[in-house]
DNA sequence: GTGAAAGCGCTAACAC
DNA sequence: GTGTTAGCGCTTTCAC
C-alpha cells in the first residue's frame, strides 16, 4: 500500500516527528536531516495522508460552495475568484450543486458538521433565515450573490438595489417612460431589491410606479417570452423592459425578434448579470454587470477571516455594479 | 466542542462500539440499547466525524470531479448525472476547477494521493497519456467527455466522430455541397474526431475534400467570427460552416448576421453540444447534441465499478449523439 | 448482544 | 535539533 509518514522516518533514519517537521516547515530541522527525508520522500513517492492530518488539526482547509447548479455561466468567473483568494490563504474550494433541492442541500451542509469542509458558501439556498441563522452559530457559512431577507449571516453580493436604479435610470434618460419590469414572484431577495431600484429610479424622475407594468414570473427562460406577451396584451404597453436577468432579457428578445419587432429600435430590453450570452446574442444584450470576480474574492476573504478569528462578523458588502450598454436600448434623445 | 462518540456512548450508558453499530447498522443490537444511542445521538445533537471513520476506513466516498471552468453549460447535466448516479452508490461529487492550468490540476489530482477522494473524473485535461496512465496505474481515474490519444483509460464520452458525420451528412442531405468546418487546433481529440466525421460523410457523399474549407481556431467565441472571415476571403466561399462547438456556431451566426447575412437562407451553420444558447439564440441554432445527463451517468457507474472491485477496466465508451433541427440550415432541397 | 482495546496516519507537547 | 509518545474520532477484531 501507500507509504507513511513512518515508512519515510525509517528509510531516511529519522524519527516521525523530523518527518512531520519537514513535513510542515515546523520548526528547524538539520540540513543533513532534511536531505535525507526528502530523498526517501522522493524514493518512497510518499504524499501525507490528509485524513490522518486533517483528524489531528481538526481542520480541512476546504471550503464547500454550494451552488444551485452550474447552469448559470456567471457562476464561472465568482468561482474563479473564489479559489484565488482561498488559495492565497492555503484552502481549496471544492463545489458543489444541490439542485435547489432542500434535501440534497442539507445534505451538503451536513459536510460540515461531518469536518469534510470547514466551511461553506452558498449561492442561492432553499434555506430560510431561521435555520441559516442556527447553522452560522455553529459554523462558518457564508451567502454569496443572493443575501436572505433577516438572515444576520456573512453576505456579498452585488449592489442589487442600485444596479436596477442604474439600469432604469439609464432607460430614462435614453428617453423611454413606460418601462416595464419583469422580475420573480419566489422569495429572491436580489428580486425585490431590483424592483426597489426600479420603483426608487422612476419616482425620483417623476414616473408614476404601475403596478401592471410589472411581471412576475421564475428565473425560467421561457417566463421572458411570457413576460412580453403579457406586456403586449396590455391597454397601453411599455416600450421599454428591464429584467432581472439577463436570460430573461434574451427571452424577451428573442420573443420580440420572432414576433417582428425590431429590438432596440420598436422595443427596448434590459438584463441584470452580464453573462457572456449577452455580449454573444444578436442584438448585443445592453445589461448591469455583476462584479463576479470581486464577489467571489470577498466572500472568500472574509469567510476565511472569520475561521481564524473565530469570529462571526456578519457583514453585509454590496460590490459596486456597471452598467454594460449594446444594442438593445434605443436612444430616443 | 462537537460531541464525539465517547460521549454518545456515555450518555447512552454503552459502550463506543455500540454506537458505531448503531450508526452503521453493521451488527445486531438490542432495540433497548439502540434506542438509548439514538436518543442520546439527538440530544447531543451528535454527526459523526468523518474524518476519523475515513482514516479508519481508508476511503472517502467522494469522487473528485475536475473540470477546466464552469463557463460551459453543458457541464451542468453532466454533473448532475454524475451526482445521481453517485448518490445511489452513496458517493458524493465534488467539483473542482483548474482553468486548463496545468500546476492547478496537478493539484488537484493530488488530492487522491492525500486521500482527500478516493478517485477522480477529468473533464478535459491538460495531462498528456503518459501521465494519465500513471495517474491511472496508482488511482482511479476516468476520462469524461474529451479522451486522450494514447491513453488507455477508462473514458466516456458522446460519438463524436458518428455526430459529425451525422451534421456534415444532414448539411448535404439538405443540399449543401460547398460544407466549411471550423474545428480547433489544440490537441483535442474530440475536435480530431469531428474532423474525422466531417472528411468521411463528405467523401461517402463523393464530395471532394478541400484543406481550405477546414479553418483551425481556439475554442474562444471569437475564433468563430474570425473563421467566418477566413471563408469570406476564399475565392469560393462555403456556404454550409459546420463547428466543433455552439459557442464557435453562434459567433458565426452572430458575425454573418451583422455583415447583413441572413442565416439559414444566405448561410447556412451547425453546431456541436446542443447548450442552452443554441435554443435560445435567434434564430435558433441547428446542433448535435451530447447526451450529457447520461455521459455523467456512466462515467460514475464505471468508475464506482472499477473502485469496488479494485479493478480497472479502461473502457471506451462512446454514447449516441442527437440532431437537433432549429433554423440555421436551409434547406435547398 | 456487548465491551475492551488496537490502530488508521498524523501532529505536537514534552523531554532531552 | 531530535525522539518518544499521547491522542485526534472512528471501526472492528476478539473475547465474553
Redesign the pocket.
Known amino acids: ?2 507509504a ?3 515508512d519515510v522516518a525509517k528509510a531516511a533514519g ?5 518527518v ?1 517537521r519537514v ?2 516547515n ?5 540540513s ?2 532534511t536531505e535525507q527525508v526528502n530523498n526517501a520522500i522522493k524514493e518512497l513517492g510518499y504524499s ?2 490528509f485524513l ?2 486533517n ?4 481542520e480541512t482547509n476546504v471550503i464547500l460552495a454550494i451552488v444551485p447548479s452550474t447552469e448559470q455561466t456567471f457562476y464561472s468567473e465568482i468561482i474563479r475568484g473564489m479559489q484565488n483568494s482561498a488559495a492565497e490563504h492555503g484552502y481549496d474550494i471544492l463545489l458543489s450543486t444541490s439542485n435547489s433541492n432542500y434535501t440534497l442541500e442539507m445534505h451538503l451542509l451536513n459536510m460540515l458538521f461531518n469536518r469534510t469542509a470547514d466551511a461553506a458558501i452558498l449561492l442561492g439556498t432553499q434555506l430560510d433565515a431561521k435555520a441559516l441563522m442556527e447553522f452560522n452559530e455553529k459554523c462558518f457559512i457564508a451567502l454569496c450573490c443572493e443575501r436572505a431577507e433577516g438572515a444576520d449571516v456573512l453576505t456579498v453580493s452585488v449592489d442589487d438595489e442600485g444596479g436596477a436604479y442604474a439600469a432604469v435610470e439609464y432607460l430614462i434618460k435614453c428617453g423611454h417612460k413606460k418601462i416595464g419590469m419583469i422580475s420573480t414572484n419566489g422569495a429572491a431577495a436580489s428580486s425585490l431589491d431590483r424592483e426597489k431600484g426600479y420603483k426608487q429610479a422612476l419616482s425620483d424622475n417623476g414616473i408614476p410606479f404601475r403596478e401592471e407594468y410589472i411581471y412576475k414570473g421564475t428565473y425560467d427562460f421561457s417566463h421572458g417570452a411570457l413576460g412580453f406577451d403579457y406586456f403586449r396584451g396590455l391597454p397601453s404597453p411599455p416600450d421599454a423592459i428591464f429584467c432581472v436577468s439577463d436570460i430573461l432579457a434574451a427571452s424577451v428578445v428573442k420573443k420580440a425578434l420572432s414576433e417582428g419587432y425590431k429590438v432596440g429600435e420598436d422595443i427596448s430590453v434590459c438584463g441584470f448579470d452580464n453573462i457572456l450570452l449577452s455580449g454573444m446574442y444578436t442584438p448585443g444584450i445592453t445589461t448591469v454587470e455583476q462584479p463576479c470576480y470581486d464577489i467571489g474574492r470577498t466572500v472568500v476573504k472574509e469567510l476565511i477571516y472569520n475561521i481564524n478569528n473565530n469570529s462571526k462578523t456578519n457583514k453585509k458588502i454590496k460590490l459596486p455594479y456597471k452598467l454594460i450598454e449594446r444594442e438593445t436600448v434605443k436612444k430616443l434623445v
Not at 515546523?26 to 538539520?30: D, E, F, G, L, Q
Request: aromatic letters at 0%; charged letters at 15%; hydrophobic letters at 35%.
Open positions: 500500500m501507500n507513511t509518514i513512518k529519522v524519527s516521525v516527528a523530523t512531520s513535513l510542515n515546523s520548526a528547524t530541522v538539520s543533513t536531516a501525507p495522508n490522518g492530518r483528524l489531528r488539526r481538526c
